[in-house]
């Protein structure tokens, strides 16, 4: 659950996970129906523990009702429990030897000082969540993301710290470093360990399967102009968004105007827009529960980039032209960016920054050109000559997908 500041993020993620009684329908969740429920919030400061009528405990799950739990999640103490193992752990490899100067230094940072370094703490923030979800102990997980700034950053987070530790360690250098000096071998495994963590968070928040994303607005001019922003980056970033609630709020606003807006905006019937009517002020737990949310369920389709194509336009050999192809929402085209880093294309959408990991047929080639049409964004790339590999007789072929 995401949304602007103020729109009621954390309000409708506490009533969808209280509801009991959605329709019999097979594409909707009726979150808490089973008993099995786990709410999380990661704003320190949330108010949602007084809301529910429970102590605030961070870190630990507390009962809610006999079928949903709260877990409020503190940023600081996941990082530096987490952080604080990990350097014990790297102090006892190292031993005191001389081993490599970044290593030492990583080992010295005290665990209040590492939220500085990029990624690590909402890294952190999303292994915890990734953990309670496969802990068998839920069934449904509903994560209220009002309280972390920028959601899509932190969803994005996993691979800014994968791309930092590659840029201080790469992992052929590691790997070679490690087999030659037995000591190293346990650090390059938690770094190794580390990474696999960083791809399996990327893959798992964008999965169509296993991930529901819900946008939340207010019935406001505000929540107009929020929403074609928001579902660009959605589709920027593979988020697999499902709905967006068009919230009236405590003083019920007419939901009616935004929520058309937002299905003409979308042209996705996968989406769906629901109006969520005021419910006065929702201050304790049986008001929550008679506000009518309900939440659509993985859909299994891939979302916006999560969808991409690739196919040769033209050309053979180093002659080629492919296009890689997503829908893609433009709410201002003359700010789309393009860049290239190593196998990653850098887009750049609504002041928003995502790397888009090349299929590997493409990251022999540099990018040529770009269109945007009918809702879809086109990469051109060419094959790089220095790099595409030739047949004999000068002719380049194309190297395998795989």
């Known amino acids: 659950m995401l949304g602007p ?24 969740l009726s979150i808490g ?20 009528g429970v102590y605030r405990v961070p870190g630990e799950p507390v009962a809610v ?30 031993g005191g030897r001389h081993l490599l100067p970044v290593v030492g230094t990583i080992a010295s940072i005290a665990p209040g000082e590492i939220t500085g370094l990029p990624g690590i703490q909402e890294f952190l923030m999303l292994r915890r969540i990734r953990d309670a979800a496969t802990s068998g102990r839920w069934r449904r997980i509903v994560v209220d993301l009002s309280g972390v700034g920028d959601p899509y950053a932190l969803l994005r987070a996993p691979v800014a710290l994968s791309a930092a530790m590659e840029r201080l360690w790469p992992r052929a250098t590691r790997l070679a470093q490690a087999a030659e000096k037995p000591a190293l071998a346990q650090l390059s495994a938690a770094i190794e360990g580390i990474d696999r963590d960083c791809q399996d968070l990327t893959d798992l928040f964008a999965d169509p399967h296993a991930v529901a994303g819900h946008l939340v607005l207010d019935a406001s001019e505000r929540g107009r102009r929020a929403v074609a922003d928001h579902v660009a980056i959605a589709e920027l970033t593979a988020f697999p968004l499902r709905s967006v609630q068009v919230s009236a709020g405590e003083f019920g606003a007419s939901t009616a105007a935004v929520a058309d ?54 050309g053979e050999g180093v002659d080629s032209v492919f296009e890689l192809a997503w829908r893609q929402g433009l709410p201002e085209p003359d700010r789309l960016q393009l860049g290239r880093s190593g196998d990653d294309l850098l887009v750049t959408v609504a002041g928003f920054r995502q790397p888009i990991r090349l299929p590997s047929v493409l990251r022999r080639c540099r990018v040529d050109g770009a269109d945007w049409s009918g809702g879809r964004l086109s990469v051109r790339l060419r094959p790089d000559p220095t790099l595409w590999p030739a047949r004999q007789g000068g002719t380049g072929a194309a190297p395998s997908s795989r």
Request: charged content about 20%.
């Open 65 to 94: 009702t006999a079928g949903v739990d709260l877990l409020q999640v503190g940023q600081l103490d996941v990082v530096e429990d987490a952080w604080g193992e990990f350097t014990a752990a790297l102090a006892a490899a190292i």
């Open 5 to 28: 500041g103020g729109s009621g993020v954390s309000v409708t993620a506490a009533a969808g996970a209280l509801r009991t009684n959605a329709p019999a329908r097979s594409t909707v």
């Open 261 to 314: 807006e937002v299905r003409g905006l979308l042209g996705d019937d996968d989406v769906v827009v629901a109006e969520v009517p005021s419910g006065g002020t929702l201050d304790r737990l049986s008001r929550l529960r008679r506000v009518p949310v309900q939440f659509a369920a993985p859909s299994g389709r891939p979302y916006g980039s999560g969808a991409m194509t690739v196919r040769r336009v033209s």
């Open 33 to 52: 129906d089973e008993h099995d429920t786990l709410l999380i919030a990661l704003d320190p400061r949330s108010q949602l523990p007084a809301a529910l």
